[in-house]
């Protein structure tokens, strides 16, 4: 069986100081990025405390579990093909039987064995048993399932192409597994990913310094993405306005437009019992308040922010004033005069007859 040719090794030491997903988005942002090259969500890692992730080349074998009639090739063959291969090195199994993953196809006997011939892990597309005195090796395995015990387990052949699902391996591909899964890296593209990680990285930073920032919406992204010019959108008046959004004004700034409506004088808030002329017209139609409607509707309207003052309706019940009335003099505020006073009769003394 032909050996593969290996990478330098210090290529391999900066591939294991990144991460699965990071290397995977270099690779498409390189051009470089294959659907089946990357494991799915079936395949686990079943220690993922272990120091992840690990780099190597893959040693392809094939599994079957339950087939009384399935080939037996020579496992001391592969153990001899995997001792040759240049390290680090990461053992593939692969169970193509008729029920996969029904039986296990490896325990923690064969991890130990795989451990002292160079491997620093192992992919399994199949079942796993023996699990806890596996976790006591401190090899990082990756499986698509557990179970307890395997029946006429046999190895049919190794060194060839297989398949976990959507990830298929060639035997001395370079592998990169972590807790999220298991990526398939070509040998030719190593250097091309190791020159585009520095970019990458400033890049991250750049999208978490934004997403950092406070009150960042859509539109300041938008802003920023175009260079930091504002595109407004078209401001239209209402549909169908009310008087007191009739009139307006559109305001513009960097990051918004709106339509700002007039602010409309407000009407005085009094009692309609009180009222003795036509409705408000403008700011500067008085109110006119007669003194035969002051009652108990008057002394409510009294108490309201736009009634008449205490001092009117005190002089109107005494006859000093027959009516007071409210002129505007801005929107907000208002005076009160008495429209027309009355004459104070004096009482004829007894020294005058």
Request: net charge positive.
């Amino acid at each position: 069986m032909p050996m593969f040719a290996p990478i330098p090794a210090e290529q391999l030491e900066a591939l294991r100081r990144e991460d699965c997903t990071a290397i995977y988005n270099v690779m498409k942002l390189q051009g470089l990025a294959d659907s089946a090259a990357y494991s799915g969500p079936e395949l686990r890692c079943l220690f993922p405390d272990l120091p992840l992730p690990i780099v190597g080349y893959a040693m392809t074998s094939e599994w079957t579990a339950g087939e009384t009639g399935a080939v037996n090739a020579d496992y001391l063959d592969w153990m001899e093909h995997m001792e040759a291969a240049p390290g680090p090195k990461i053992s593939v199994m692969s169970d193509i039987g008729a029920q996969p993953g029904r039986g296990g196809i490896v325990g923690d006997g064969m991890i130990a064995e795989y451990t002292a011939f160079g491997c620093v892990g192992t992919v399994v597309g199949g079942s796993v048993m023996d699990i806890r005195p596996m976790s006591a090796l401190g090899a990082p395995v990756w499986a698509t399932g557990i179970v307890p015990a395997y029946d006429q387990l046999r190895m049919t052949a190794f060194g060839r192409s297989v398949a976990i699902g959507p990830l298929t391996i060639e035997n001395g591909d370079i592998l990169m597994a972590d807790e999220g899964g298991v990526i398939r890296i070509a040998r030719a593209a190593v250097p091309v990913i190791l020159r585009g990680m520095a970019a990458f990285r400033e890049l991250e930073r750049s999208v978490a310094a934004v997403s950092r920032r406070p009150a960042t919406g859509i539109r300041g992204r938008r802003t920023r993405a175009r260079g930091g010019r504002t595109r407004h959108a078209p401001v239209t008046p209402p549909r169908n306005p009310s008087p007191s959004s009739s009139r307006g004004f559109v305001m513009r700034s960097r990051a918004k437009s709106a339509w700002i409506p007039a602010r409309a004088p407000s009407t005085p808030r009094m009692h309609r019992t009180t009222a003795c002329c036509p409705p408000w017209s403008s700011p500067r139609d008085p109110w006119r308040i007669s003194s035969r409607s002051w009652g108990s509707a008057g002394r409510r309207a009294s108490r309201s922010r736009c009634a008449v003052p205490a001092r009117a309706s005190r002089e109107t019940r005494s006859g000093r004033a027959s009516s007071w009335t409210r002129h505007a003099t801005s929107t907000r505020s208002s005076t009160w005069t008495p429209s027309r006073a009355r004459p104070r009769c004096r009482r004829a003394s007894s020294s005058t007859s």
